[in-house]
């Protein structure tokens, strides 16, 4: 009998409401963009199945919402977590600000090993961006192996970014 493996990743998207986390699920799940936002509550997730060496990959995108209301409820939400997207609007410089300030911290308060991989969206409006690349190259956290700018609207880089993730996450042990 022929068995084919399963692996379940679970990756958790977070960041300052309005950044794009829900937009950039969207987009890699269903290949849809809407400009129409609703904010999430608490929790979303979606699954996303890949074949990959002959093994079935699921990757859990868990959506965790961005009002501080909420913030009581990370620690629930982050458990069993691989992996952590911080995403930050590239067109507001407090979005990037709070993610290497508060969310950084609120991830490390129980999860100190876990890999974060910074995400930088809305690249579509450059002419109004507020993060300059230089600003995300030089944080040289150990932690953080890999940042990418993307645009959920457009959806530069959204492939290439789960691409790196999926070859990141095959160079450690997921339990």
């Known amino acids: 009998m022929n068995e084919i493996s399963e692996i379940a990743i679970k990756i958790v998207v977070v960041g300052d409401e309005e ?6 699920i969207l987009k890699y799940v269903k290949n849809r963009f809407t400009d129409d936002y609703k904010p999430t509550l608490g929790a979303d997730f979606a699954v996303k199945e890949l074949r990959l060496n002959g093994k079935i990959v699921k990757l859990y995108l868990w959506d965790i919402g961005g009002k501080d209301q909420f913030k009581n409820l990370h620690k ?20 990037f600000e709070n993610a290497i300030n508060v969310w950084i911290e609120d991830i490390r308060k ?4 876990i890999p974060i991989v910074l995400v930088g969206n809305k690249f579509d409006l450059e002419n109004e961006r507020r993060v300059s690349f230089e600003q995300i190259k030089d944080l040289t956290f150990d932690f953080i ?13 959204i492939e290439d970014l789960f691409n790196k993730i999926i070859e990141f996450l095959k160079t450690i042990e997921i339990e």
């Open 145 to 157: 192996p890999l940042s990418l700018e993307t645009s959920a609207k457009t959806g530069l880089n």
């Open 19 to 24: 950044v794009g986390k829900t937009s950039i």
């Open 110 to 113: 129980n999860y100190d090993t």
């Open 76 to 95: 629930y939400y982050y458990e069993g977590a691989n992996l952590f997207i911080l995403v930050f609007d590239l067109t507001k410089l407090e979005t």
